[in-house]
């Protein structure tokens, strides 16, 4: 069993090396090898990660490590600017997108409530996937760069909303403003404790770690 999850996870980073490279010959963004490694070495195609809980476990650690190095790359200075464009903007294309998938969905036979449902899910985009694009591209401090991440941010927030209703929607012990409220409330704690940690002692923390490179890593990969 261990020696065919180490061929597993072997095969998989031979394949990703591989189609890394003709994505680089071809001047494609890297995010887009990814993607396609996973298509191919999956069950609808070769069938190699059949572990799937190891390899459900290794996606969501390289989703952390992701966002960790896109979060070192962003300027939130440079977002801020452009913050009444992202708002205006991002809520503009939610509810436009949100409405035209909507009356597709519903055009296509759908019922009303499922129809609203897609429509809301097309009206949002990855925010990895563009982040990393801008990332490698080195257009995260341009102009549209800098909306395009607002925009984002204001998708991802709406999302949260969302799913924070869904949730109070199906709990049907307690009225959905309670719930709605409790978990904005705990998520505003959590944010504000983690902003005063960032502020206040962690840089304490990195500065002394920066003595050793071995130390530093281990902090930061604490810290992500």
């Known amino acids: 069993m261990e020696?065919?999850?180490?061929?597993?996870?072997a095969a998989v980073i031979i394949t990703a090396g591989v189609i890394a490279l003709i994505a680089?010959?071809?001047?494609?963004?890297?995010?887009?090898?990814?993607?396609?490694t996973g298509l191919l070495v999956g069950p609808?195609?070769?069938?190699?990660?059949?572990?799937?809980?190891?390899?459900?476990?290794?996606s969501e650690i390289g989703i952390?490590?992701?966002?960790?190095?896109?979060?070192?790359?962003?300027?939130?200075?440079?977002?801020?600017?452009?913050?009444?464009?992202a708002v205006m903007a991002g809520v503009g294309q939610i509810m436009f997108t949100a409405f035209a998938g909507g009356v597709?969905?519903?055009?296509?036979?759908f019922d009303l409530f499922t129809a609203a449902l897609l429509g809301i899910a097309f009206a949002f985009s990855s925010t990895i996937i563009i982040v990393k694009v801008l990332s490698d591209k080195e257009d995260l401090d341009r102009f549209y760069g800098r909306i395009s991440v607002g925009i984002l941010i204001?998708?991802?927030?709406?999302?949260?909303?969302?799913?924070?209703?869904?949730?109070?929607?199906?709990?049907s012990d307690e009225s959905i403003a309670m719930i709605v409220g409790i978990s904005i409330v705990k998520m505003a704690a959590a944010l504000f404790f983690l902003w005063l940690f960032a502020?206040?002692?962690?840089?304490h923390v990195f500065r002394y770690a920066a003595h050793s490179q071995e130390l530093l890593f281990l902090i930061a990969l604490s810290w992500c």
């Open 154 to 171: 204001i998708q991802d927030i709406v999302a949260m909303l969302m799913l924070l209703g869904l949730v109070a929607f199906n709990d």
């Open 3 to 9: 020696d065919f999850l180490f061929f597993e996870i």
């Open 24 to 36: 680089r010959l071809l001047k494609q963004p890297l995010i887009i090898a990814y993607i396609a």
């Open 44 to 58: 609808g195609l070769l069938g190699i990660a059949e572990s799937h809980q190891v390899f459900d476990a290794l």
């Open 64 to 85: 952390a490590f992701l966002l960790f190095l896109v979060g070192l790359h962003l300027n939130w200075r440079n977002i801020r600017d452009v913050g009444k464009i």
């Open 199 to 203: 502020k206040f002692v962690l840089p």
């Open 104 to 109: 597709m969905a519903y055009w296509l036979g």
